[in-house]
């Protein structure tokens, strides 16, 4: 089989076809490493996997994707059965914080159950080297910034808990089993796309996120933007967020499996990936309107509950364990996406 032939290069990643899970894929094949997908196309759709396809080139030979849901633990069994994996990168699950509070029995499915059936069947398996998919949400409402990893961490909203929970998971894992090897990777904002413009974020729907609604509104796709409160006490009265690049989000992946494959006693180890910057929602605007050479539209309204005003990372613990910082700034994240909308305004659409 041509995955999972070579030892300590093999790596099973959920929900690669997404969003970061796209990117991340690409740069474990630059790197030398097998990638098995497993990805439901629930919040992903076939052609993201063609172009990935493309992108990799002669490297397409090392990587597979398999439809198969993780909430189907036989799926799971069959696949850990044909394979010999030398860590698993889990990405899959939903993310849309305002849905959890909707309907809260989603997030507990999809995102708590898979993780268990995924989590078992590694354990059934002897794969005990995981890099999880986190988020900044865990550290809730922050009473202080930067934010460090040892932050007190709460859940805001049920998808908050979910990751939440997750975490538990690994860290009562690694307590009972030494044998467990896992990095938390805490992500602040992902923005930006492949430099090649062929793949980026696809949100289904109104988008929730800031970027891709402003780059809806740059596209003439929607007639204004809704400033989410202008009242904060920041520079200019908007919240703050610490926005990363996907592409330096992608390489901090692969610095944590290597981090992982070379520390035999790792642990559990959440790690913040940021860039250590605040950038205000106008700024983003300014950014968004310079790299695309558009007017951003926007209205100034009230705040959207569950905000913070202020959320940006410490990235020293990066720094110190994985040797990896971020290169890109928001001019780059801005026109990567940019040339990403403007090629494909209707994403993976065809
Ligand atoms: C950013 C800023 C909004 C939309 C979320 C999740 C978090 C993580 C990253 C998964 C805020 C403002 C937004 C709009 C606006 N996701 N905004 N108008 O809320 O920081 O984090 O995505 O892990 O878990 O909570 O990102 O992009 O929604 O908002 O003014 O139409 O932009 O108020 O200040 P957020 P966001």
Same mark, same amino acid.
């Given at each position: 089989?041509?995955?999972? &032939? ?21 740069? #474990? ?11 439901? #196309?629930? +919040?992903?759709? =076939?052609?993201?996997?063609?172009? $990935?396809? !493309? ?46 509070? =909707? =309907? ?13 059936? #995924? ?11 995981? /890099? ?8 809730? +409402? ?12 709460? &859940? ?19 307590? &009972? ?7 938390? #990777?805490?992500?602040? +904002? ?18 929730? +996120?800031?970027?891709?609604?402003? =780059?809806?509104? &740059? ?27 996907? $592409?330096? *989000?992608? !390489? ?13 006693? *790792?642990?559990? /180890? ?13 700024? $983003? ?10 007017? %951003?539209?926007?209205?100034? %309204? ?6 913070? %005003? ?41």
């Amino acid at each position: 089989d041509v995955v999972g &032939a070579v030892k300590g290069r093999s790596v099973f990643v959920t929900g690669g076809i997404g969003f970061i899970g796209s990117h991340t894929v690409l740069c #474990l094949l630059e790197h030398g490493y097998y990638v098995v997908i497993i990805d439901n #196309l629930d +919040n992903a759709v =076939q052609e993201a996997y063609r172009r $990935m396809q !493309e992108l990799a080139g002669d490297r397409a030979d090392r990587m597979k994707f398999i439809k198969a849901d993780l909430r189907c633990k036989p799926d799971i069994e069959e696949i850990f059965k044909e394979h010999s994996f030398d860590a698993v990168i889990h990405f899959a699950g939903r993310k849309a914080v305002g849905e959890s509070v =909707q =309907q809260p029995w989603l997030y507990y499915d999809h995102n708590v159950l898979s993780a268990i059936n #995924l989590i078992e069947v590694m354990r059934e398996h002897n794969v005990k080297n995981m /890099v999880f998919s986190s988020s900044c949400t865990v550290y809730g +409402n922050p009473s202080k910034v930067p934010i460090d990893e040892t932050h007190p961490l709460s &859940a805001v909203s049920p998808y908050g808990r979910t990751k939440l929970i997750i975490e538990d998971i690994f860290r009562d894992y690694a307590e &009972a089993d030494k044998g467990w090897r896992t990095i938390l #990777l805490r992500y602040f +904002n992902p923005v930006g796309a492949h430099p090649s413009g062929k793949i980026g974020e696809h949100p289904v729907g109104i988008p929730n +996120n800031l970027m891709p609604y402003i =780059q809806q509104v &740059a596209l003439g796709q929607r007639p204004e933007l809704s400033v989410f409160g202008s009242d904060y006490p920041t520079r200019d009265g908007t919240c703050v967020r610490d926005y990363i690049h996907v $592409m330096d *989000l992608a !390489e901090g992946h692969v610095a944590a499996l290597d981090k992982l494959f070379r520390t035999p006693s *790792l642990g559990c /180890v959440p790690i913040n990936l940021g860039t250590g910057t605040g950038s205000t929602v106008l700024e $983003m605007i300014k950014a968004f309107e310079e790299a695309s050479g558009k007017t %951003v539209k926007y209205k100034l %309204v009230p705040r959207r509950q569950g905000d913070s %005003v202020a959320v940006w990372a410490a990235t020293e613990t990066a720094e110190q364990q994985l040797g990896w910082k971020t290169k890109l700034g928001v001019d780059d994240m801005c026109r990567d996406q940019w040339k990403w909308a403007s090629q494909y305004p209707k994403g993976y659409e065809v």
